[in-house]
């Protein structure tokens, strides 16, 4: 993608953030009763986590936010705009979420998604991760990484 620019979240970045999150996510919203407000937060996320941001001449289009755990980084969030879709700025988040993993000496990534998001879970599974369990609508995948 032309002009794309991967960084750390700053906390002015939490009102652009947060609108590319829900347009992310509206197409779901209506059919997934346990969503949670995934950018309730994201300020919040921004002070106490890692969050960064992909932007195209200063608009905000995708955001990531990983948070380590004892033994595995969690990816808590990973948001593309519907506008920038399939343009493979998904799948730049998730490779930024494997090389800060492995820099900070990760090497299991951890996820929860939907079942209701097909698209989602195939776009993980091409991309090597392994389901590992199913309670109810989520679906828990991880990937080891780093040989």
């Given at each position: 993608?032309?002009?794309?620019?991967?960084?750390?979240?700053?906390?002015?970045?939490?009102?652009?953030?947060?609108?590319?999150?829900?347009?992310?996510?509206?197409?779901?919203?209506?059919?997934?009763?346990?969503?949670?407000?995934?950018?309730?937060?994201?300020?919040?996320?921004?002070?106490?986590?890692?969050?960064?941001?992909?932007?195209?001449?200063?608009?905000?289009?995708?955001?990531?936010?990983?948070?380590?755990?004892?033994?595995?980084?969690?990816?808590?969030?990973?948001?593309?705009?519907?506008?920038?879709?399939?343009a493979g700025l998904g799948r730049a988040l998730?490779?930024?979420?494997?090389?800060?993993?492995?820099?900070?000496?990760?090497?299991?990534?951890?996820?929860?998604?939907?079942?209701?998001?097909?698209?989602?879970?195939?776009?993980?599974?091409?991309?090597?991760?392994?389901?590992?369990?199913?309670?109810?609508?989520?679906?828990?995948?991880?990937?080891?990484?780093?040989?």
């Amino acid at each position: 993608m032309a002009g794309l620019r991967l960084r750390r979240a700053e906390q002015s970045d939490a009102g652009g953030l947060a609108a590319c999150i829900d347009a992310a996510y509206a197409r779901y919203a209506a059919r997934l009763p346990d969503l949670p407000d995934v950018s309730a937060d994201i300020a919040e996320e921004i002070a106490q986590h890692q969050v960064w941001v992909a932007e195209i001449d200063g608009t905000i289009i995708g955001g990531l936010v990983i948070i380590p755990q004892p033994g595995f980084m969690q990816l808590a969030n990973v948001a593309v705009h519907p506008n920038h879709a399939g343009a493979g700025l998904g799948r730049a988040l998730l490779e930024l979420a494997e090389t800060e993993s492995l820099d900070q000496g990760y090497r299991e990534l951890r996820l929860t998604t939907h079942l209701d998001m097909p698209n989602n879970v195939r776009l993980y599974e091409h991309l090597g991760w392994r389901e590992t369990q199913r309670e109810g609508n989520k679906v828990s995948m991880k990937k080891l990484i780093g040989g």
